[in-house]
């Protein structure tokens, strides 16, 4: 899966728990992201960081919060303020250089999220 | 603002027959097109784009695509079909000059090839 790791492949919480799902990628790559995908829905980006320090809310950040501390690491935590976090969640790199958007993304195996 | 829709939720093919998965976008400028496979509980793999050039962009595991201006299209197509093709695919595109670098992905299609 592209030199991205994620970590735990299934994930089971009670309701009302933070959880925190790990990601790290040793491509260099500049951009990371991570996207939930439900079925028949595609892929929903959740939120994006194109250096460190620095991140983005996508189109369905509520309810969940990122860091950004090192180039390798983008780990995302699902809070207790996400109404329905039962998911497959995906994690994924890029280049990101120029000003170009030519660049693929390499992903992660996913990790699946059941909270009860 | 940038769109993509890929307007066949499944698409069922004989294996050994050619296999055609549409996708069709919207851009303000030039698009960059993608095509990814994602397996079952698994992470998407990267299979062709299109970024300038030639028309007919071929990939991984025999796949090819056709990049169509004029209609809009970006259709990923295989002669000949097998099983083990069977999987979501997912068609993805970014608007360029000056366009957000996040891709806009569709909502993925499923392709069954039979024996």
């Known amino acids: 899966d592209g030199g991205i790791t994620q970590s735990p492949k299934y994930l089971f919480r009670k309701e009302g728990q933070n959880v925190t799902l790990s990601c790290e990628q040793n491509?260099?790559?500049?951009?990371m992201y991570w996207y939930r995908q439900d079925p028949g829905q595609g892929l929903r980006l959740i939120y994006y960081s194109q250096i460190v320090n620095d991140f983005q809310k996508g189109d369905i950040a509520e309810g969940y919060s990122v860091s950004r501390e090192k180039k390798e690491s983008f780990p995302l935590t699902v809070t207790s303020a996400q109404k329905n976090p039962t998911a497959f969640y995906l994690c994924?790199?890029?280049?990101?250089?120029?000003?170009?958007?030519?660049?693929?993304?390499?992903f992660g195996p996913g990790t699946r999220l059941t909270v009860t | 603002a940038q769109s993509v829709a890929q307007p066949e939720d499944q698409v069922n093919v004989a294996e050994g027959n050619p296999l055609t998965v549409k996708c069709t976008y919207s851009v303000s400028g030039n698009p960059y097109l993608f095509w990814y496979v994602q397996y079952p509980n698994r992470g998407l793999q990267f299979l062709l784009k299109y970024i300038t050039g030639d028309n007919l962009v071929k990939g991984s595991y025999g796949f090819e695509a056709e990049f169509n201006k004029s209609q809009t299209s970006f259709h990923l197509k295989k002669p000949s079909a097998l099983v083990s093709d069977s999987a979501l695919y997912f068609c993805?595109?970014?608007?360029?000059?000056?366009?957000?670098?996040?891709?806009?992905f569709g909502r993925g299609t499923s392709l069954i090839v039979h024996p």
């Open positions: 993805a595109v970014r608007d360029s000059p000056g366009g957000s670098y996040i891709p806009t």
């Open positions: 994924a790199s890029s280049i990101v250089g120029g000003g170009q958007a030519s660049y693929e993304q390499y």
């Open positions: 491509l260099n790559h500049d951009a």
